[in-house]
């Protein structure tokens, strides 16, 4: 890269370490470390909910089925989630800051003691604190890659600037250096994403070309379905996507938590939502175009970042690698920010008295700390990546097939309709939504969209079904009243 570039980047990495550092003064106890004492912005939490819902895979794999599968991505992946978030908006994001309000949660996972019980709420932490740590690493490695590819930096290079980095503005600053940073992320993703059009843009002709380069594409590219991303994947994938979305994926859940009040967290998922429905659109026109500007690519996954050289003036290469980064260190920092939340509220205190009823001091001690050791761990677990082999794609398969059964139990279990599903249906939901995932992926063959879908459709269909049968026993006195109160906000 030119030294323009290594100093745009650089600029960028000095502005994560500043807004950390200067976010430390904003933070006095867990409360305001995890959840920034609930008065989290909607416009803010709205936007860190957006650039904390994809990585820099949108620039490496999702580059490459724009590249391979033309417009299709943008149906199945950004408006499928735009319209989820918009659904969510009305009946689950609002619940979630009542959680806060009313039970004073600092992590997804704290309610489900009280709503189901204790080893519910313990098989569904430690599921997402393990798994989540490989995923995390595999994201450090994914972004490492990007960096070598760009400037032919070594894999160990990229993991820890990535990751040391993320470690030191999280760890200092909590929820609130997070969110100030995605705020300073998306301008760099703004600016570097508009940069990219325009330049393409007028390679193409002009704005004309938003519609006419079509036509010097295979016409499949221009489809809104295009095999085997076809109308039932994309429904598949919008039933995951509101509940991953709308909390299953702990990091967003948080953003929702840390809003005022239930209107607040309206707010901000509608603002995500739109983001999701407008921006891809602009994002991915260079993805669709590479064809015409680098046509046979051996390997499409590559396109944006070619482009990107052979485009880009000197300075603009340098951002729009920053950009890539920010996805995914807005993702990372998020996901470890929320684990030490887990960490801390819901496993700790199970293991001894010490770390319940804590001073303020002592709180936020720990958080940090807990914060500290799981990014540690997650950048120890990416350097020594190639040493787990398969074993590491594997579990972050796994954790992608456990994202569905995770989340039905708790998002459902926030709705009146689903109030006689107890412990025993959320235990078994969650189970047999994982027996589903093995038996359609190493048993039998099923299309993508079954062995897509089969995992939290049958999670599903468990936790209703048992919660019907279940409808003439009494549901005990504080989970009817949880449910209750979630209905409106606090007075």
Known sequence: MHPFDWAALSLFFLVMVVIGFWSFRQVSDSRDFFVAGGKLPWWLSGISHHISGYSGAVFVAYAGLAYTHGFTIYVWWAFGIAIAIFVGAVFIAPRWSRLRSHSNIQSPTEYLKQRYNLPTQQIMAWCGVLLKLFDVAAKWAAIAILLNVFTGA????????????SLIYITVGGLWADVWTDLAQFVVQ???????????????????????????????????????????????????????????????ATRYISSPSGSDARKAALLSGGLYLVWPLILFFPMWAAPILLPGLEDPTQSYALIAQELLPPGLVGLVLASMFANTMSMTSSDANTISA??????????????????????????????????????????YADNFGGVLGLIVFWFGALIGPISIPMILGLLPAFRYCGPSAAIISIFGGLTGFVVVNYVIEVTRATEVLTPIALSFILFTVIGLFSRKQQIDPEVDDLINILKHDKT
């Open 154 to 165: 070594s894999l160990l290079t990229g993991i820890l600037l990535a990751g040391v980095i």
């Open 190 to 252: 703004i600016v570097a994403g508009f940069a990219m059009f325009f330049i393409v843009l007028d390679i193409l002709g002009g704005f004309g070309s938003i519609f006419t380069m079509w036509e010097q594409l295979p016409e499949e590219s221009s489809q809104l379905f295009n095999d085997p991303y076809t109308a039932g994947f994309a429904l598949t994938f919008l039933v995951i996507f509101f509940f991953s979305y709308n909390g299953g994926t702990w990091n967003l």
């Open 342 to 383: 887990v960490i801390t509220r819901d496993i700790l205190p199970n293991f001894s008295k010490k770390f319940k009823n804590m001073k303020q001091n002592q709180s936020l001690w720990l958080a940090r700390m807990s914060t500290f050791v799981f990014t540690g761990l997650t950048i120890v677990v990416a350097i």
